[in-house]
Each structure stands twice: as structure tokens, then as C-alpha cells.
């Protein structure tokens, strides 16, 4: 599913629809440390985890970027740094390097051969959006993509975070996101727009 949703956002330009697609793999990766717990057995630590990450990259962060297109105005990305049928061929690229990279690493158990390709593929995606979009809100979303793929690789490697750990994480998301999208916000009062290629127009 995650993977799917790597694929989705690189093909889709409605700013609304992103921000759906985002808050349903928050979801589904709020289920991981409820698999795990099927397998190795639930701990305080794992529901936690699984319930906030599930509150904040499942509601909150997508509660935050819909709040900021309604003050924006704006609905769509209709001419990005890289088209979205080459946006495709490239996550597809990237996912396959994923799956080399993965393959080659030694010490990653092959039970979670998958998790670690996942892991790859969402951080790369998540910088080829922060990279190939114009608009901030897309970036947003190429940086929760970008966490969301730190936290499966740490899963891949270690299996079960400390919730110490995570919980700091998501604390360190929740604040760049929140500063992202004011900035998102003071950037469209400004500037009447959120293209982030016409700033350069600030340049003395």
C-alpha cells in the first residue's frame, strides 16, 4: 500500500487528493507496530506508537495541509519542475533502486527484504518531491513522505523502535510541519501565490 502511494502522489496533481493519499499510508503505517505485535506480542511501547502515529500522520499532518490549500486558494499543481508521467517512470526507477540496494545489504533479514525496499523507495520519493515540485505544499508532503520512510527503515533495521525514539521523531515532524505550513501561509499573503520558483525574484 505504501508503495502504491509513492506511485500516486508522483502521478497526481490535485493538491487535495495528495493530502488523502498521504493521510492513508499515515495509516498504514500506524498498522506496522500492530503487526509486529502479532508476531513478537503487544507491549504498552508498541500501541502507543501505533496510535500516535496513527493520530498525526493519519489526521493531524492532513488536518494541517487541507487547512493550508483552503487559505491558499489553490487546488491544483498544473506545471511542475518534472511532468507527472516522467514523475512515475522515476519513482518506478527508484523504487527498483531501491530493491538492488536492499538486496545488497547484508544484514537485513530476508523477512524484511520488503520493509527495507519500502523504506528506500518512500525516502526517495519523498526528496524527488521536495526536488521536482514548485508549489510548497507539495514539498510538505515530500517531507512527511521523506519521515515516513525514515521510520520504516528504522523498523527494517531494529524491528521495534524505542518509543522514546519515535515519539521524538514525530515530535521533531509535527513542528517542521506546523512551521512549513505557516510559511506556507505567509508565503500566499505575501505573494498571492505558492510557487516557490518565483522567489527567486527576491534575489538583490
Known sequence: MV?????????NS????????IAL???ALGLIPVTIGFQQGFSFSLIAVAFIGILLRGILFPQILHRSIVNAGTTRELRPL???FLS???????????????INIDFIDSELLLLSVVALSTIFS??????????????????????NGIYCLGLAFVQEIPMIIELGVLFDAIIAVFVMSVATNKIQEEFEHLD????????G
Open 196 to 203: 516557490i520558483q518565483k522567489l527567486d525574484s527576491l534575489k
Open 126 to 147: 519523498g526528496i524527488f518531491l521536495i526536488i521536482g515540485r514548485r508549489l510548497a505544499i507539495m514539498q510538505i508532503i515530500g517531507y512527511i513522505l521523506l519521515e
Open 88 to 102: 512515475v517512470l522515476i519513482v518506478l526507477m527508484l523504487i527498483f533502486t531501491s530493491l538492488w540496494i536492499s
Open 82 to 84: 518534472v511532468s507527472y
Open 14 to 21: 490535485r493538491l487535495g487528493t495528495c493530502i488523502n493519499i
Open 3 to 11: 508503495l502504491i502511494t509513492d506511485l500516486t502522489l508522483a502521478a
Open 25 to 27: 499510508q499515515g495509516f
